[in-house]
C-alpha cells in the first residue's frame, strides 16, 4: 500500500491539473460567448475544442437557416482557424441527402465516432454519371472535403429546438479514441448553450449600438460648443489626462481629413450639417480591439495565470504567449496586469 501511495497522489494531482484546464476551458467559452462576434466566436470554440482533441477541422451545425449562417464549416489550421468551405456547399441540393451535411441526419446524444466507408454504407447511395462521363456532381460530401474519420454530437432533437450539432473530422486513416468522445460529451453542453448566449448577446450589442453613440458639435479647432454630458465622459475615458471640453489634435486632424478616429476606447466620427461640424462618438468593445485568442490570453493572464501555465493549457508555446501578451499591451496602450484586469473590467462587461 505504502508502495502505490505515491503514484496514487501523482495521479490525483495530474487529474486536478486536468479538471482546472479543463474549467478554465469552459470559462474561456462563456467569456467569448459574452463578448466576441459569431464569426468569432464560433472559430475561437474549435480552436479551444483543439487543446483537448486533435482534429484536421469542423462542420458546426448551428440550427440555423443556411442564410443565417449555418451549418458552418470550418477547416483549421494550427491554432489559427480559418473559415475555407463555403456554407452554400452543405446546403447544395446535391447534398440533399447526404448524411455528413445534416450530422449523421440526427446528433447522437453521445458521440458517435467512425469512417467514412461504414457512415456511407448504411444505405445511402449517390447518382453515378454514365460510362465514360465525368460526374455532374461528387458522389458524397465526405469526398468534396477529403474527409476520413468523422465524430459527432449534438442537442437532443426532441428536447432543444432548434438542435445544434458538431461533427469534427480528421483526413487521415486515424480513428477517434474513446476519450476524444468522452472530451466532446463534457464540453458539449458547455459549447451549445454558449451559441445560444453568444447569439443572443450579439442582438443585445446590435440594439444598444444605436443607444451608446453621442453627438455634440465642435468648431474647427475641436473646442466643443454643444454636446451630450456623455459626450465629455467619453473623452475623458480616451484621454483622462487632458481636458474632456476640446477634441485633441491627434483626432481632429483625421476627423478633418474625412477620417474617423479610432482609439483604444472610442471611435470618433464627423458630419458636417449645414456648416456645423456634427461630431459623434460610441465606445468600442473589447473583442473590436483584441482578437479572440488574445481575449483568452488575457483573461488568464489578468486572473493570475503565469505564462507558461497559459502556454500548457491552450497548447502553444510560452513564447507564443510572451508574444501575443506583449502585442495585446501595445494595442491598449496598457503596461502591467492590473491595468489590463482593469481594462477587462470596464471594457468587456456585459451589457
Known sequence: MSASAPGNKIKMAEEEVLLQAFSSTVRDLYALAEYASPDQFLQQAISLLQTWI????????????????????????????????????????????????????????SPARGGIR?????????????????????RSLAEELNLCHLMVHGDDPKQVHPARWIMLYRRHDVRF????????????????????????RTLERQTRKSDESVSGFINMEGTVDIADPRFFDLLEREWPDLAPQSVPEVALECLLEGKAYRGAHIEISLVRQQGFNMCRIRPIDAMEILTPREFVVARRFASGMSHKQIARELGVSHHTVRN??????????????????QYLIVNAAPG
Open 54 to 109: 486533435r482534429f484536421d477541422g469542423a462542420i458546426f451545425g448551428t440550427g440555423e437557416l443556411p442564410q443565417q449562417g449555418g451549418p458552418m464549416a470550418i477547416q483549421t489550421s494550427g491554432n489559427a482557424p480559418e473559415m475555407t468551405v463555403p456554407e452554400s456547399l452543405l446546403s447544395r441540393s446535391a447534398f440533399s441527402n447526404d448524411p455528413v451535411a445534416h450530422g449523421f441526419r440526427n446528433a447522437p446524444a
Open 118 to 138: 461504414e457512415i456511407y454504407r448504411k444505405g445511402h447511395s449517390y447518382p453515378e454519371a454514365g460510362k465514360g462521363k465525368e460526374r455532374p456532381v461528387p
Open 324 to 341: 501575443q501578451l506583449a502585442h495585446l499591451y501595445r494595442k491598449l496602450n496598457l503596461h502591467d496586469k492590473a491595468s489590463l484586469a
Open 177 to 200: 479514441a474513446q476519450t476524444d468522445a468522452a472530451c466532446l460529451h463534457g464540453l458539449w453542453v458547455h459549447l451549445s448553450r454558449a451559441l445560444v448566449i453568444n447569439r443572443s
